[in-house]
């Protein structure tokens, strides 16, 4: 299998609206669209990935509003080669359940996890079950790590 037939799918947890929300928001039914925002982080590794000629896409389960199943389902209908999931505080309890359900389907998916959350706790990458963590701007390092797990080498030294 070359790099032509492998692809990244870059993934937005499904997300909990009481996750984010205060006591007062809560009772507000204007607030929601305040809270969701295009993936740009995403974005920025989709086209780096691209520009180097991997084949990538992104799926934003909060804006489809999936559930961590729906989730999963989808991501296995992309088939992909490798998952890389962005994570925030609010998403935390999602993404590990999202990663649960994918590691029961394929437990030998490369999963990785980046993003706010991650660069300032990196030991979240454990406690979510994941493979392997990203910090801070991972355009570059997160190629780099997807064309070592491609080559089925995993070795980083």
Partial sequence: MDRMDKKVILVVPPFSEEAAMSVEQQYRQDTRELRLYPPLGLAYLAA??????????????????LNSEEAANLIFSKNPSVVGITVTSFTLQATNSLVRKLKEIKPTLPI?????????????????????????????????LVECLFKGNPSFS
């Fill in 112 to 144: 990785v996890v980046g993003g706010p959350h991650i660069t300032h706790w990196p030991d979240s990458v454990f406690d979510l079950d994941a493979d392997y963590g990203i910090r801070g701007d991972g355009e570059n390092s997160f190629f780099e």
């Fill in 48 to 65: 780096e990935l691209l520009s180097r000629g991997i084949a990538c896409e992104i799926i934003d389960s909060a804006a489809l509003a």
